[in-house]
């Protein structure tokens, strides 16, 4: 049973700070995944080591080899914290860039070189990946967000369980969680979904929703949850409903 994960660069960095890891919030995170991490294929976000130098460079519009090299490492960096706080948890883990892997045609994911993943999860590995820049067949560079990257996981991979976790409680109306989410939802509830209140070049809750009914429409639900609170990851690893869920009716 694949399980497919997703922590928000708004739990793991400070996104109103350039470069900003929250150190302590990425061992809690990776204690709490060392609770239930089999099968896990673990997305992370960008946050502030990818919006910042993303923005600074003015990508994905500009193609800029310099910001390209630049935003890659230092999201890299990211990557390598998180996955030396899962070893230090106890987790095998190993980074999976997504810029050595995927190639976009017009900002979407085109081909994905799968195999090296798929063979993480078979010998015991949890594939770590992360928000990222990525070569486009069509625009030269773009961005692929760590919301993109769980949507087409989730599909490839058939995942029974998908959990988004960010640092709210769920998809807000008027400062409250709803329960659960549809496409038909959407048009009622579109203006109070907004951007990220730090800096997020890939659309705030507004991008990770339009990806989650995207996934939604294949049959696959999903849960938008709270990560920042303690125990909510196992909840969400055991496939608890906690926070948003965003389905489709039969
Ligand atoms: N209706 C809404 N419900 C929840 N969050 C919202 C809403 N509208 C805007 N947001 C913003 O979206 C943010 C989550 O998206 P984002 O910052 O991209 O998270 P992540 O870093 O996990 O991808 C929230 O912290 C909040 O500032
Ligand atoms: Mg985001």
Redesign the pocket.
Known sequence: MTKVL??????LTD?TRDNAARRDEISRVAQEIAARPEDLVLVH?A?SFGHFPAKRYGLPLCFSPEGLRVTHASVARLNDLVVKALSRAGVDSLPVHPLSCILLSNGRIDSFALEPLKAMLKDGLMPVLHGDVAMDATRKAGIV???QLVTFLARALQAEVVA?????D????SGR?LSEITRVDLPA?EC???????V?V???????LQELLNLADTGIDSVIFNAARRGNIVCALRGESIGTRVWRPN
């Open positions: 997703k922590i928000g660069g708004s739990i996104k976000g946050g967000s760590g919301d988004v976790g960010c640092d709210v769920g998809v807000l109306l969680p509830i109070a979904i907004g951007e990220s209140a730090g997020d890939t659309g705030g809750m507004r991008g990770k």
